[in-house]
């Protein structure tokens, strides 16, 4: 049970150490910069070595400190947890406040201020003008089943509600009377423009889009301290209760 036990614990260390590198060197998003989540990558990224020394420390400490270094783990892995389950938007652990929750990144693009830096580093970056390149060729009806990301979909094209005909994947023609513009839910077709540097930057459609992107990632970095605080939780309270039960028989 013991050599067994040991096994899964330094696969689950592995694992933590794997992470902790990928997050270092991970590429940031375009435009994340902005908004300074590249730090929080490289401290979850420390974070998650700490967490794999302090796991290791309570295993060494098992014998003759059982209870101080099963509190000990216990600290780093509950926050780990919590940050995780936070980065996933679980139930009110999300805040405005609190860095990369779906909360933060839609107060973040609420402002406008914060918006237009944003909105320029999506133009600066070509990618509208890149999917013209791969668009070329493309007829209406394949450029509407062609998969677009969130950014080009939000911010390169209008809304498909605007009922505008295509004659290219960032130049349409409304279409008299489709939609009242007038109305809030087509507020984002009286806001585009064919002109190249305004497209539908300045849509809600865009920044949704781009916190689309954004939540995406973080999501998938909430999933993966949620699944490692918990394998880690469950295996230093099996490490415990059979330290505990050495100890009394």
Same mark, same amino acid.
Request: proline content about 3%; hydrophobic content about 45%.
């Given at each position: 049970?013991?050599?067994?036990?040991?096994? /899964?614990?330094?696969?689950?260390?592995?694992?933590?150490?794997?992470?902790?590198?990928?997050?270092l060197?991970?590429?940031?998003?375009?435009?994340?910069?902005?908004?300074?989540?590249?730090?929080?990558?490289?401290?979850?990224?420390?974070?998650?070595i700490?967490?794999?020394?302090?796991?290791?420390i309570?295993?060494?400490?098992?014998?003759?400190?059982?209870?101080?270094?099963?509190?000990?783990?216990?600290?780093?892995?509950?926050?780990?947890?919590?940050m995780?389950?936070?980065?996933?938007?679980a139930?009110?652990?999300?805040?405005?406040r609190?860095?990369?929750?779906?909360?933060?990144?839609?107060e973040?693009?609420?402002?406008n201020?914060?918006?237009?830096?944003?909105?320029?580093?999506?133009?600066?970056?070509?990618?509208?003008?890149?999917?013209?390149?791969?668009?070329?060729?493309?007829?209406?009806?394949?450029?509407?089943?062609?998969k677009?990301?969130s950014?080009e979909?939000?911010c390169?094209?209008?809304?498909?509600?605007?009922?505008?005909?295509?004659?290219?994947?960032?130049?349409?023609?409304?279409?008299?009377?489709?939609?009242?513009?007038s109305?809030?839910?087509?507020?984002?077709?009286?806001?585009?423009?064919?002109?190249?540097?305004?497209?539908?930057?300045?849509c809600? /459609?865009?920044?949704?889009?781009?916190?689309?992107v954004?939540?995406?990632k973080?999501?998938?970095?909430g999933?993966?301290?949620?699944?490692?605080?918990?394998?880690?939780?469950?295996?230093?309270i099996?490490?415990?209760?059979?330290?505990m039960?050495e100890h009394?028989?």
């Amino acid at each position: 049970m013991q050599a067994y036990y040991q096994l /899964s614990r330094f696969v689950l260390s592995v694992l933590i150490l794997a992470s902790a590198i990928w997050l270092l060197y991970m590429k940031d998003y375009d435009c994340e910069k902005l908004l300074r989540l590249p730090r929080l990558q490289i401290g979850i990224g420390i974070g998650l070595i700490f967490v794999s020394l302090i796991s290791s420390i309570a295993v060494l400490l098992r014998s003759r400190f059982p209870v101080p270094g099963f509190f000990l783990v216990m600290v780093p892995l509950i926050v780990m947890l919590t940050m995780g389950l936070a980065l996933v938007g679980a139930n009110k652990l999300e805040s405005r406040r609190l860095m990369a929750t779906p909360n933060w990144f839609r107060e973040k693009v609420r402002h406008n201020e914060n918006w237009e830096n944003i909105k320029s580093c999506i133009y600066s970056t070509g990618t509208c003008d890149d999917l013209v390149s791969r668009s070329l060729n493309l007829k209406a009806f394949d450029f509407s089943i062609k998969k677009l990301s969130s950014i080009e979909d939000g911010c390169c094209k209008p809304p498909s509600i605007c009922q505008m005909e295509y004659v290219n994947a960032t130049f349409w023609t409304k279409v008299e009377g489709a939609v009242d513009e007038s109305q809030q839910r087509y507020r984002d077709c009286a806001t585009w423009q064919n002109d190249q540097s305004i497209l539908c930057y300045n849509c809600g /459609s865009c920044r949704h889009g781009f916190v689309r992107v954004m939540e995406s990632k973080w999501r998938n970095l909430g999933v993966l301290l949620i699944l490692m605080g918990l394998l880690l939780i469950i295996a230093h309270i099996l490490l415990f209760v059979m330290v505990m039960w050495e100890h009394y028989n």
